[in-house]
Nanobody, 125 residues
């Protein structure tokens, strides 16, 4: 059983940056997909970024390409999301997730088996 704990959320002004971290414990294989998702009030959870292995080509939602960077440190059992040039529409609760499925849709929430509790990101204009 894997446990995921996010940290690093907060409130920033538009144009600012935040770095989210996800600490994983329990068994997570280095070949599993890990990803970041977000959910704003009244909206569905959406995939933001995902990566399969350390150094693998990451996947990004179009809305964050060029602004967000996902990275993974298997030695530390950690996942990160560097968020730059933040916009008010990035405001949401951000979740870390892990999937043991081999999937062609790594930004789809339904393929993920383990989830953290989330960390709030608020971007003001």
């Amino acid at each position: 059983q894997a446990q995921l704990v996010e940290s690093g959320g907060g409130s920033v002004q538009a144009g600012g940056s935040l770095r989210l971290s996800c600490a994983a414990s329990g068994y997570i294989d280095s070949s599993w997909y890990m990803g970041w998702f977000r959910q704003a009030p009244g909206k569905e959870r959406e995939g933001v970024a995902a990566i399969r292995t350390e150094g693998d080509n990451p996947h990004y939602a179009d809305s964050v390409k060029g602004r967000f960077t996902i990275s993974r440190d298997n030695g530390k059992n950690a996942l990160y999301l560097q968020m730059n040039s933040l916009k008010p529409e990035d405001t949401a609760k951000y979740f870390c997730a892990a999937s043991y499925y081999s999937t062609r849709f790594p930004l789809q929430a339904s393929v993920y088996n383990y989830w953290g509790q989330g960390t709030q990101v608020t971007v003001s204009s």
